[in-house]
């Protein structure tokens, strides 16, 4: 069996004590002083590799995904909340949720959502209007969480739910921190255990339980009365397999809901957080978008049309979601041992898949650290190779959700960059905090300026 270089730790809590000092540079050292597939060290008693070739990265995610599956670490982690929740089942099930659920996600379904997305949007725009000039600090990562949070609900269940977006926001904050630690843990401790963190777990799991259960009763009545509504619920209640028929019984329902908010929601508003902080340091990105945005749109409100024609914004995102992707780290665990460039990847081991290494290597980024949206022009840009840049993973497994990440941001941005230039806090450090998704630490703090 030959073994992968990699750095030398003390065994079974090595790489824990890595990852909590820092994840991010712990994994870019390890990239940038091995290539291929290297070994991490262990996490508890599980092997860990990385990989950071782009064409090995395709085998692992494409070519033979059914040989490197969800990490049951992984799914041991997040069941607790999320169940059955299409981002942790395997097999026949991640099957049967993915046929049924694809349709409820094309763009033409999606196109229905615009306006109250848009209301939304034009709600926070006025509270902002107050803000603005004052000098006080935003922290711009609540903005964004709060409002991608009710663009989500609305669009979820074609009603807002203000009284309850605090404690959804506390709620997923609590699980968050749980799922995160667990995953950095040596040992992992039954979720049934009445220990602090469980019993935080269990009482936020009960107040996102206490919104939805109610709603999809209600949704039920409402369907069997011949009642029905065009928002993402409503689709998914209709949702049939196209081989089977089946549709999805309340408790996956309830796992696809809850998934589906939280991935939504979590990327998209840390990517838009990000976003405003790159555009107030570059001044000159932020002109051409301005300028893009009085060409295409000038004085009129945003529609599902103008998504596709602004082409600088879908730059300035890609850019953006290459140097801080809400996606850091895929993770798989071997079916059998397998073979992986050349090394054996042994059975119950554990392989990294990082977008943010990939993101941020020079091989196939020159210059990574620079905000460079220029890279992502479809006529002189750089031409990476593929699985180099996949901030919404790859292969089949591939985020259901991207389509409609780009439509929020995109109406986000739009509208509130018209009217809005956020500035960076001075003397304030912008950072990431990896957590279950790539976090921002301090809140990312902005004063808000009008245009």
Known sequence: MVQPPGPRRLPFIGLGLAFKRDMLGCLLDASRRWRGVMSLGTLGRVRVFLVNEPELVGQVLQLRWRNFIRDERLNGSAGPVFGHGLLFVEGETWLFLRRTMQPAFSRERLAALVPSILRDVHRVRSRWERDAGTGTPILMAEEMARLTQEVFVRAMFSTGVESSIDGLLAAWNVINEYVTRRLMSPVQLSARWPTPANVRMRR???????????????????????????????????????????????????????????????TTSTALTWVWVLLARHPEVERRLHAELDEVLGDRVPTIEDVSRLRYMQQVLDETLRLHPSAFMLARQPVGDQELGGYTIPANSLVFVSPYVLHHDPVHWPDPERFDPERFDPEHGQRPPRFAYMPFGAGPRLCIGKQLAFIEAKLIIATMARRFAPRVVPGVEYRSRPMFTLHHDGGAPMLLERR
Do not use: C, H, K, N
């Not at 209600?218 to 619920?233: I, K, S």
């Not at 998914?236 to 996956?252: H, K, N, V």
């Open 204 to 266: 936020a799991t009960r107040v996102l339980d206490s919104i939805i259960g109610p709603i999809i009763e209600q949704r039920r009545r409402e369907l069997a009365e011949g009642v029905e509504r065009e928002d993402l619920l409503g689709l998914l209640l209709a949702a049939r397999d196209p081989e089977t028929g089946e549709g999805l019984s309340d408790e996956l329902l309830r796992d696809q809901i809850l998934i589906t908010f939280f991935a939504g929601f979590e």
